[in-house]
T-cell receptor
Framework: AQSVTQLGSHVSVSEGALVLLRCNYS??????LFWYVQYPNQGLQLLLK??????LVKGINGFEAEFKKSETSFHLTKPSAHMSDAAEYFC??????????FGPGTRLSVLP | ETGVTQSPTHLIKTRGQQVTLRCSSQSGHNTVSWYQQALGQGPQFIFQYYREEENGRGNFPPRFSGLQFPNYSSELNVNALELDDSALYLCASSLVAGGDTDTQYFGPGTRLTVL
């Protein structure tokens, strides 16, 4: 079975600071990995995805993530946080013929 | 290109009632998945429909059922509602070709409150 853990249910950063949201996965087969963002009272919006091509994936809004097989990680980063980045972030794993499994989410707060 | 839409946006029901939620897939997509997102949690997979047939189910009881129509729109039906069914219900559509996995695109969700 596949699973996702996200270390830190709540992360606070200052505006302009580095954003680092952690995601570790468990999968017995090659995974596809995703990061989604959810703003209050809205659905999930795709930020980026890894599907076995380049290990460093660039997404929307300046976010990127690096797939590290040896660490079973897919951490999300952004060099400089903006107030509009405040939201809930979800990491998800799937693979060929499997359903999506989401992590519990990390709430990002951006302080002025 | 039309995105995923869901209706209604909000719904209030009482225990024991039945509810139907609706989802229209993104144009060109053939697969619909439904998720339940309780407050403060990640989405939990309910089931998926591919070409009008159930194609995977999560750990939800049979009172959660669904349909997919020839135009790939979908319904989620929940019978005998319980208080714990209160949640945001998300629909996601994707294009699955040859059994491969593709990105899921989410609708805005339906907020169900059971009193």
């Amino acid at each position: 079975a596949q699973s996702v853990t996200q270390l830190g249910s709540h992360v606070s950063v200052s505006e302009g600071a580095l954003v680092l949201l952690r995601c570790n996965y468990s999968s017995s087969v090659p995974p596809y990995l995703f990061w989604y963002v959810q703003y209050p009272n809205q659905g999930l919006q795709l930020l980026l995805k890894y599907t076995s091509a380049a290990t460093l994936v660039k997404g929307i809004n300046g976010f990127e993530a690096e797939f590290k097989k040896s660490e079973t990680s897919f951490h999300l980063t952004k060099p400089s946080a903006h107030m509009s980045d405040a939201a809930e972030y979800f990491c998800a794993v799937t693979s060929y013929g499997q359903n999506f499994v989401f992590g519990p989410g990390t709430r990002l707060s951006v302080l002025p | 290109e039309t995105g995923v839409t869901q209706s209604p946006t909000h719904l209030i029901k009482t225990r024991g009632q039945q509810v139907t939620l609706r989802c229209s897939s993104q144009s060109g997509h053939n697969t619909v998945s439904w998720y339940q997102q309780a407050l403060g949690q990640g989405p939990q997979f309910i089931f998926q429909y591919y070409r009008e047939e159930e194609n995977g189910r999560g750990n939800f009881p049979p009172r959660f059922s669904g349909l997919q129509f020839p135009n790939y729109s979908s319904e989620l039906n929940v019978n005998a509602l319980e208080l714990d069914d209160s949640a945001l219900y998300l629909c996601a559509s994707s294009l699955v070709a040859g059994g491969d996995t593709d990105t899921q695109y989410f609708g805005p969700g339906t907020r169900l409150t059971v009193l």
